[in-house]
T-cell receptor
Framework: AQRVTQPEKLLSVFKGAPVELKCNYSYSGSPELFWYVQYSRQRLQLLLR??SRESIKGFTADLNKGETSFHLKKPFAQEEDSAMYYC????????????FGTGTQLKVEL | DAGVTQSPTHLIKTRGQQVTLRCSPI?????VSWYQQVLGQGPQFIFQYYEKEERGRGNFPDRFSARQFPNYSSELNVNALLLGDSALYLC??????????????FGPGTRLLVL
């Protein structure tokens, strides 16, 4: 069975500071990893997926299979980055089944 | 396009009752998935349907059932409600074949409270 762990419930940083949201996973196959974000009063939406290797809104995430991690990073936090962030995993051949972590609330302070 | 829509937005039921939640996917999307999100937790997978067939089921009791209609909309049914069924129920739609790990687009959810 797969598991996604986000160790921090809340992460508070100052505007302009670097951000790193941690995500570790447990899965024996080749998963696909995602970061979803939920801004206040908005629906859950995809931020990025590792297979795309994109930078979205300045965020990047690298899949480290050795450490089974998929940390989300941004060099300079902006106030509009304040939101709930969920790391999610889709197993090999698992179709659309996503296993989510418990989420990290990012608060960017001025 | 309004995106994925869900109805109702809120619902209050008592223990033992039955509830039906509805989801309309994005136009052109053929796959619908359901998730349960308990307060303070991440969403937990319940079902996936593609082309009206069940393609995946999470670790939920048989009280939970779902179906998908020819127009690709979907219903989630929960029988014999328990207090622990109180949660936000999310529907997500994606474009096509389940094996390709399509990007999923989430609806706003239905908040169910069981008293």
């Amino acid at each position: 069975a797969q598991r996604v762990t986000q160790p921090e419930k809340l992460l508070s940083v100052f505007k302009g500071a670097p951000v790193e949201l941690k995500c570790n996973y447990s899965y024996s196959g080749s998963p696909e990893l995602f970061w979803y974000v939920q801004y206040s009063r908005q629906r859950l939406q995809l931020l990025l997926r590792h297979i795309s290797r994109e930078s979205i809104k300045g965020f990047t995430a690298d899949l480290n299979k050795g450490e089974t991690s998929f940390h989300l990073k941004k060099p300079f936090a902006q106030e509009e980055d304040s939101a709930m962030y969920y790391c999610a995993l889709s197993p090999t051949g698992g179709g659309n089944k996503l296993t989510f972590g418990t989420g990290t609330q990012l608060k960017v302070e001025l | 396009d309004a995106g994925v829509t869900q109805s109702p937005t809120h619902l209050i039921k008592t223990r033992g009752q039955q509830v039906t939640l509805r989801c309309s996917p994005i136009s052109g999307h053929k796959s619908v998935s359901w998730y349960q999100q308990v307060l303070g937790q991440g969403p937990q997978f319940i079902f996936q349907y593609y082309e009206k067939e069940e393609r995946g089921r999470g670790n939920f009791p048989d009280r939970f059932s779902a179906r998908q209609f020819p127009n690709y909309s979907s219903e989630l049914n929960v029988n014999a409600l328990l207090l622990g069924d109180s949660a936000l129920y999310l529907c997500a739609s994606s474009l096509g074949e389940s094996r390709w790990r399509e990007t999923q687009y989430f609806g706003p959810g239905t908040r169910l409270l069981v008293l």
